[in-house]
């Protein structure tokens, strides 16, 4: 299915970093499986739902969530990040965009990560780093985060794709696979 097929213009998205932190807000990822815009648009929208505690057998990760179909809001979605697809096929140009700026951020952001870990392992004592010195700990943290700020790509049960061979197993499984994005405010 193309792009056109869901109603996504084929025009780029705005050129900005493959991910960028403006006051606690990025950009999330949902991946569903469903047969209509509408229908990935509802699947992804309970997962953020989840993802903010939402659901009373669901944990808060981030604080709320606005997708990109929202028009009332002036701090957050289209307001803070400019037009992205509300859902997008994953097999279409603009699915692959999305997701490949998902799953770019998740790398960029592990590694950031495991570089801070490396770091403070080679330049601090362990007493530093049970003290935190330098949020090492926090780095530590960050790299085993299943869920959250370091992980920008999720499945339809709301857990994070932590590594390729996950994601490659989600987008193998589905003949229907759409890929919705939410600003997300931590």
Known sequence: MG???????????????????????????????ASTEDE??????????RLVGANPHAGAVFDYH???????????????????????????????????????????????????????LNELSDEEIMRDEDLARHAFHQVGAYDGPTIFLYNEHANGIRHREQLDQILEASEELWIVPADVHF
């Open 66 to 120: 606005v997708t990109f179909d929202e028009e009332d809001t002036s701090v957050a979605g289209k307001a803070r990040w400019g037009e992205l697809p509300t859902a997008a096929p994953v097999d279409s140009d603009d699915g692959q965009d999305l997701l490949e700026r998902g799953w770019e951020a998740t790398k960029e952001e592990f590694e950031r990560n495991l570089e801070r870990v490396k770091e403070a």
């Open 3 to 33: 792009a056109g097929a869901a109603g996504v213009s084929e025009q780029s998205f705005p050129v900005r970093r493959r991910f960028e932190v403006f006051e606690m807000h990025i950009v999330i990822y949902s991946l569903v499986e």
């Open 40 to 49: 990935a648009l509802s699947t992804g929208k309970t997962v953020f739902d």
